[in-house]
């Protein structure tokens, strides 16, 4: 594996930082032979060390190609002392086999992987970078490093792309919290001759095939560097403090078992996993390469880890931006249509039991319109005086609440008659509370209000959503969320 650009090790201690070069003179330079071409690298520029505020050991510059192994000896005999290179020397076994390439102790809370390659039409790295690094705090900087495997077969073109990413990113390069990696060609299995499973064009089997190992390549090489990791795609818009949101989802499944969440519903796209989970996925891409697309893998590898249900939280905290697909550059416009620019802004839904007097059909059961389950709750023969109840296991100061029925697929079964209410009081050994509060009613379907806490005298300990009208049509509420404040 090689490091393009960032750091070789990241530890917990320690307090030196290269801040910037001493010098822009290069400590030496090799030249690489490849068949047809003749391609100079730069070696590494003078170590500064000095010393900050929080500071992490970093490695500076080598921008580079995947170049033989004597090069980067003698790369390495140019330094001065107490440079670190950021070449790294290809391992003998991929990756995977081995120890991960990104070796050192999980310093941070979040990885933010993805690979890019050259397309034929359309170019968003740049601005999916920034938007990971605009949409987060410095707070929330101080925990996440982005690893991007540039992971195209044209060499120049990462070298190229390898050196604006540098100039466009250099803070947060010098800083330690960008990474570019690229793994050599000759560390890739074959694609040639490959299996043509689901009739998929040759070339649509060559590409898909490169594109797992380009992740399971990502993978190894982020296996130890945070406690999760974050797949995403070059061409993605971030909601605004999306580390925050992930970090209260994770709170909010503390204690229960999952392999993966999700926080977007597109393909590859907002994937969550324990960093201690990859090597064994990197392992995994790599044995079924051939078989099928990444995003179908990814299913196969939950499930094996006996994840039955998918785990996906709403609203979503990517978006798709990429008007051009990677491949041979169609137009792609895949949009997540429950994409929440302000992670800020996630809905608290405190640990509650759910009852509703409607009969339910098959499995829509009520839990899956206030949960993370995927899917929403569907309700037989709503009838005027009909309820949803919402009981939460301890009391709680609600200030906001939306609630959304209906959906595409079955646009009549919505609630056309009804209000929210709040209440108080549980009742010992009930799904119900002693007292409601009539908060406000339902408009076309929907139901949203801020500032309950002013109306209500003190904690809620049930929510609920009364029918006030027969209806013909079945009842969907595709989700209910729920904003609290602590109180006094």
Same mark, same amino acid.
């Not at 196969?300 to 491949?327: A, E």
């Not at 509650?352 to 993370?372: D, G, H, I, Q, R």
């Not at 806490?453 to 009364?466: A, Y």
């Given at each position: 594996?090689?490091?393009?650009?960032?750091?070789?090790?990241?530890?917990?201690?320690?307090?030196?930082?290269?801040?910037?070069?001493?010098?822009?003179?290069?400590?030496?330079?090799?030249?690489?032979?490849?068949?047809?071409?003749?391609?100079?690298?730069?070696?590494?520029?003078?170590?500064?060390?000095?010393?900050?505020?929080?500071?992490?050991?970093?490695?500076?510059?080598?921008?580079?190609?995947?170049?033989?192994?004597?090069?980067?000896? *003698?790369?390495?005999?140019?330094?001065?002392?107490?440079?670190?290179?950021?070449?790294?020397?290809?391992?003998?076994?991929?990756?995977?086999?081995?120890?991960?390439?990104?070796?050192?102790?999980?310093?941070?809370?979040?990885?933010?992987?993805?690979?890019?390659?050259?397309?034929?039409?359309?170019?968003?790295?740049?601005?999916?970078?920034?938007?990971?690094?605009?949409?987060?705090?410095?707070?929330?900087?101080?925990?996440?490093?982005?690893?991007?495997?540039?992971?195209?077969?044209?060499?120049?073109?990462?070298?190229?792309?390898?050196?604006?990413?540098?100039?466009?990113?250099?803070?947060?390069?010098?800083?330690?919290?960008?990474?570019?990696?690229?793994?050599?060609?000759? %560390?890739?299995?074959?694609?040639?001759?490959?299996?043509?499973?689901?009739?998929?064009?040759?070339?649509?089997?060559?590409?898909?095939?490169?594109?797992?190992?380009?992740?399971? %390549?990502?993978?190894?090489?982020?296996?130890?560097?945070?406690?999760?990791?974050?797949?995403?795609?070059?061409?993605?818009?971030?909601?605004?403090? %999306?580390?925050?949101?992930?970090?209260?989802?994770?709170?909010?499944?503390?204690?229960?078992?999952?392999?993966?969440?999700?926080?977007?519903?597109?393909?590859?796209?907002?994937?969550?996993?324990?960093?201690?989970?990859?090597?064994?996925?990197?392992?995994?891409?790599?044995?079924?390469?051939?078989?099928?697309?990444?995003?179908?893998?990814?299913?196969?590898?939950?499930?094996?880890?006996?994840?039955?249900?998918?785990?996906?939280?709403?609203?979503?905290?990517?978006?798709? *931006?990429?008007?051009?697909?990677?491949?041979?550059?169609?137009?792609?416009?895949?949009?997540?249509?429950?994409?929440?620019?302000?992670?800020?802004?996630?809905?608290?839904?405190?640990?509650?039991?759910?009852?509703?007097?409607?009969?339910?059909?098959?499995?829509?059961?009520?839990?899956?319109?206030?949960?993370?389950?995927?899917?929403?709750?569907?309700?037989?023969?709503?009838?005027?005086?009909?309820?949803?109840?919402?009981?939460?296991?301890?009391?709680?100061?609600?200030?906001?609440?939306?609630?959304?029925?209906?959906?595409?697929?079955?646009?009549?079964?919505?609630?056309?008659?009804?209000?929210?209410?709040?209440?108080?009081?549980?009742?010992?050994?009930?799904?119900?509370?002693?007292?409601?509060?009539?908060?406000?009613?339902?408009?076309?379907?929907?139901?949203?209000?801020?500032?309950?806490?002013?109306?209500?005298?003190?904690?809620?300990?049930?929510?609920?959503?009364?029918?006030?009208?027969?209806?013909?049509?079945?009842?969907?509420?595709?989700?209910?969320?729920?904003?609290?404040?602590?109180?006094?």
């Amino acid at each position: 594996m090689l490091l393009l650009c960032g750091r070789q090790a990241r530890t917990r201690g320690g307090a030196l930082l290269s801040e910037k070069p001493e010098s822009s003179q290069p400590w030496g330079s090799c030249r690489a032979e490849h068949p047809g071409k003749t391609t100079r690298l730069p070696g590494c520029h003078r170590c500064a060390p000095t010393r900050r505020a929080a500071a992490r050991p970093v490695s500076l510059c080598c921008l580079g190609l995947s170049v033989p192994a004597q090069c980067y000896a *003698m790369l390495r005999e140019a330094l001065p002392h107490g440079c670190t290179c950021s070449l790294l020397p290809p391992p003998p076994l991929l990756p995977p086999w081995g120890q991960p390439a990104g070796t050192g102790s999980p310093g941070e809370f979040l990885t933010v992987g993805l690979a890019s390659v050259r397309r034929p039409r359309g170019y968003y790295l740049p601005a999916t970078l920034q938007s990971l690094f605009k949409q987060s705090t410095e707070e929330e900087l101080q925990e996440m490093v982005v690893v991007v495997h540039l992971a195209d077969t044209d060499p120049i073109w990462n070298v190229r792309v390898a050196t604006n990413i540098a100039h466009k990113f250099a803070h947060h390069i010098l800083l330690g919290r960008l990474l570019l990696i690229h793994a050599p060609h000759e %560390f890739y299995p074959t694609l040639e001759g490959l299996k043509r499973n689901y009739n998929d064009p040759e070339e649509r089997v060559r590409f898909r095939s490169k594109q797992n190992v380009d992740y399971a %390549f990502l993978l190894a090489f982020a296996a130890n560097l945070s406690s999760y990791y974050l797949m995403i795609e070059d061409d993605v818009w971030c909601a605004k403090s %999306f580390l925050t949101a992930i970090r209260k989802a994770l709170a909010s499944h503390e204690g229960s078992y999952w392999a993966t969440l999700e926080f977007s519903k597109l393909g590859y796209i907002g994937k969550l996993y324990r960093s201690s989970d990859l090597p064994r996925l990197a392992r995994f891409l790599l044995l079924f390469y051939q078989e099928m697309p990444c995003d179908w893998l990814l299913v196969h590898f939950r499930l094996l880890l006996t994840q039955k249900d998918v785990i996906r939280f709403k609203p979503s905290l990517f978006q798709h *931006m990429g008007l051009y697909s990677s491949f041979q550059g169609t137009v792609n416009r895949l949009e997540d249509d429950e994409f929440q620019a302000d992670a800020l802004d996630l809905p608290d839904n405190p640990p509650a039991a759910l009852f509703t007097s409607m009969s339910v059909f098959e499995n829509y059961e009520p839990l899956k319109a206030y949960s993370t389950a995927e899917g929403y709750f569907w309700g037989k023969d709503p009838a005027a005086g009909s309820v949803f109840s919402i009981v939460f296991q301890q009391p709680a100061h609600v200030t906001r609440v939306r609630v959304r029925t209906g959906s595409d697929e079955r646009r009549g079964d919505f609630l056309h008659a009804g209000v929210l209410e709040l209440g108080r009081w549980r009742r010992a050994g009930s799904w119900d509370c002693s007292a409601y509060t009539t908060v406000g009613t339902f408009e076309k379907g929907t139901f949203e209000q801020r500032g309950l806490e002013r109306g209500m005298p003190g904690p809620v300990d049930c929510v609920r959503i009364r029918v006030t009208q027969d209806q013909s049509e079945w009842l969907i509420i595709q989700s209910i969320d729920i904003w609290t404040t602590a109180g006094t």
